[in-house]
């Protein structure tokens, strides 16, 4: 998937390569979901022509139906019974998201899936929500359901009817237009609820619960409301038979403090992506979760790294001068991952300006490489140091190719998903930033890393790798131990951030920018406690 399309890949912990939705649905609900629970059409046919390769289907002519919607059918049911939480337990409730717009050609077989799985499984397992658009027009300020009725009725041709409507609106659905739409739609009115504009994304969790979302859900399939308690709060609230509103304490915190910060923190995100924001959606979520434990807004810099280069000088000097001043003013900077040449020698421009101001400084996957290089070229004057991937005949290849991927098949040839990185010197700050834990393991995408037979020259010079794979071959974290904070990684941390525990990193990275982490430190005992700021809230 092209970045500047369609956003970010997320990684899962097996290794499976999804879009952002999956992301939003982990960190939201702090689930661990697998490869499986993205479901595209590609996999269905792909299982349904091999299983006509293999004569399951005995020579009969294979149809989209029933072959391919049975397809999607038992996919849904299979996933359906994983565990995806710490608990282990086979989930009660599964939520499908059928993406796309009701009337698309894509969605049509899904729809046709659905409506046959609704007779199997009975209404009372079953329960439809329809997201429908209520738009405000012209300056009277009237809202308009003509979009949601046609979107309802284009449902009800499929087969489908809505059992619960929320409607996405600037402002709050009123009672004229709920019952307009009940009548229309043939939704009860009180099943009809207003999805409308919030100051944060922590209030709509409290927003469905002001509507008893919750309750109607649980009545439609049968479950007792203090059975899903535990899945309404992050640790906050411990009695987990309290009344639904007190459940909903945990999400209140971080709503309060969303809306009533104390100050605020630049970061400057040194990217190649700008076109499109969402390509580094899950590492703009991760710094606003570090922010948010410390009680701050965060401001976020965007920097072209193209136009740090020295040729954007020459050809486009206003955005060259703006670029290096958002970087220079900002108080901490990260540089995210990314793949190609384009914009390479801006990240690499970007790490030696922090290493020599001593601004605090995050690099991901390529921050990582880009940092090493301009290390290399720099302190060990290794003059064209570079990496294979962006420079095949480099004189010092300080970054290599994975000797076990491919070279020719990009799709899913990567090092991805969960692995372990054993952190060697526990007097690192590394070490401390991850509670002190000696193995940690973290999601990573990457075809390249740092050549190991180089790692003796760079820490004799002070750049220290003091995250390794467990066969000490792949270099995982690096630092400088003479910098308030200079921290670099291979893998993905913003994967595994959650609102009320950020990933060790950036928030070690927001307490540095803000001059607060070895007050921090001190105060945790030594070791970074991720989360510690929620739990005093509460």
């Excluded at 914009?343 to 922090?354: D, F, L, Q, W």
């Excluded at 690192?428 to 509670?435: E, H, I, N």
């Excluded at 974290?477 to 308030?484: I, R, S």
Aim: hydrophobic letters at 40%; charged letters at 20%; proline letters at 5%.
């Amino acid at each position: 998937m092209s970045p500047l399309e369609h956003g970010e890949v997320y990684v899962l912990e097996d290794g499976g390569e999804a879009d952002l939705d999956l992301g939003n649905y982990e960190r939201f609900l702090d689930l661990t979901l697998t490869s499986g629970h993205s479901l595209t059409s590609g996999k269905v046919y792909e299982k349904v022509i091999k299983r006509e390769r293999t004569g399951h289907y005995l020579g009969k002519t294979v149809q989209m139906v029933p072959h391919v919607t049975d397809a999607i059918q038992e996919w849904i049911s299979d996933i359906a019974s994983k565990p995806v939480d710490k608990s282990g337990l086979r989930p009660e409730v599964c939520l499908v998201e059928l993406g796309g717009t009701v009337g698309d050609i894509e969605s049509a077989v899904y729809l046709e899936a659905m409506q046959q799985f609704l007779f199997k499984v009975g209404r009372e397992n079953f329960l439809m929500i329809h997201l429908g658009m209520v738009p405000v027009i012209g300056a009277t300020g009237e809202p308009k359901t003509k979009p949601c009725q046609h979107s309802v009725k284009l449902l009800r041709e499929a087969g489908l009817k809505p059992d619960l409507l929320m409607c996405r609106s600037e402002v709050p659905v009123d009672e004229a237009t709920r019952r307009k739409l009940s009548l229309f739609c043939q939704v009860a009115p009180e099943h009809v609820i207003s999805m409308h504009d919030v100051s944060n994304l922590y209030q709509v969790p409290l927003l469905l619960a002001e509507q008893n979302v919750g309750s109607i859900i649980c009545n439609h399939l049968g479950l007792s409301t203090s059975r899903v308690a535990r899945s309404l709060s992050f640790g906050c609230q411990k009695d987990a038979e309290t009344m639904p509103t007190q459940r909903l304490a945990d999400w209140k915190v971080l709503s309060d403090r969303t809306d009533s910060y104390t100050g605020n923190v630049t970061i400057a995100l040194v990217g190649k992506y700008m076109g499109n924001p969402d390509a580094y959606a899950s590492v703009v979520k991760a710094l606003q979760h570090a922010a948010l434990e410390v009680n701050l807004h965060l401001k976020l810099e965007w920097v072209d790294s193209s136009m740090l280069e020295p040729n954007a000088q020459q050809q486009e000097p206003k955005k060259y001068e703006a670029a290096w001043s958002a970087l220079k003013s900002a108080q901490g900077v990260l540089v995210p991952g990314g793949f190609g040449t384009r914009g390479i020698e801006g990240k690499v421009a970007t790490a030696g300006y922090c290493r020599g101001a001593k601004k605090p400084y995050l690099g991901i996957c390529v921050g990582l490489q880009t940092a090493v290089i301009e290390f290399a070229r720099s302190e060990l004057g290794w003059e064209g140091a570079n990496s294979t991937e962006f420079d095949e005949a480099t004189p010092h290849p300080v970054v290599e190719f994975l000797p076990e991927a491919s070279s020719t098949v990009m799709g899913g040839t990567m090092r991805l998903g969960s692995r372990a990185t054993i952190i060697r010197d526990p007097q690192s700050l590394a070490c401390k930033l991850y509670g002190g834990k000696p193995v940690i393991y973290e999601r990573h995408r990457h075809r390249y890393e740092v050549t190991a037979s180089c790692v003796p020259a760079f820490e004799a010079k002070g750049l220290h790798f003091t995250g390794q794979d467990d066969r000490a071959q792949r270099m995982e974290l690096c630092e400088l131990h003479d910098h308030p904070f200079f921290v670099a990684c291979q893998f993905h941390p913003e994967f595994q951030s959650r609102p009320a525990k950020p990933g060790p990193l950036f928030l070690g990275l927001v307490l540095a920018a803000t001059g607060q982490l070895e007050k921090r430190l001190e105060a945790d005992g030594g070791v970074l406690k991720v989360g510690a700021g929620f739990q005093k809230a509460c």
